[in-house]
């Protein structure tokens, strides 16, 4: 083990626990976040972490749909997956 070693470690466990890339890269002292990319990996499950996180910020979005705006205008085309959107029951 090298302590250069430490810091790729440091780095990824910082990374994959929440920490933000920018002060991780000042805590190493790098100038460029794309070098303190090659310390600290991203692991998968912290990938799909914050994918479902997205995610569930875009389904409440869904719920809110501006149906109720003045700008909000449709066809009757539309009508089955306005429907759907408003009762998951009715299938699309």
């Given amino acids: 083990m090298h302590p250069h070693q430490l810091r ?3 780095a990824t466990q910082a990374i994959n626990r929440g920490m933000r890339l920018e002060a991780i890269a000042t805590m190493l002292g790098h100038r460029s976040l794309r070098m303190t990319l090659t310390y600290a ?3 998968n ?3 799909a972490d914050e994918y479902a996180t997205a995610s569930a ?3 409440a979005l869904d719920e809110t749909i501006c149906e109720g705006c003045g700008c909000y205008q449709t066809t009757i085309e539309f009508r ?3 429907q759907a959107q408003a009762d998951p029951r009715v299938p699309e």
């Fill in 8 to 10: 790729h470690t440091l």
């Fill in 41 to 43: 990996r991203i692991a």
């Fill in 45 to 47: 499950k912290t990938v």
């Fill in 57 to 59: 910020k875009i389904d």
């Fill in 80 to 82: 089955p997956t306005l």
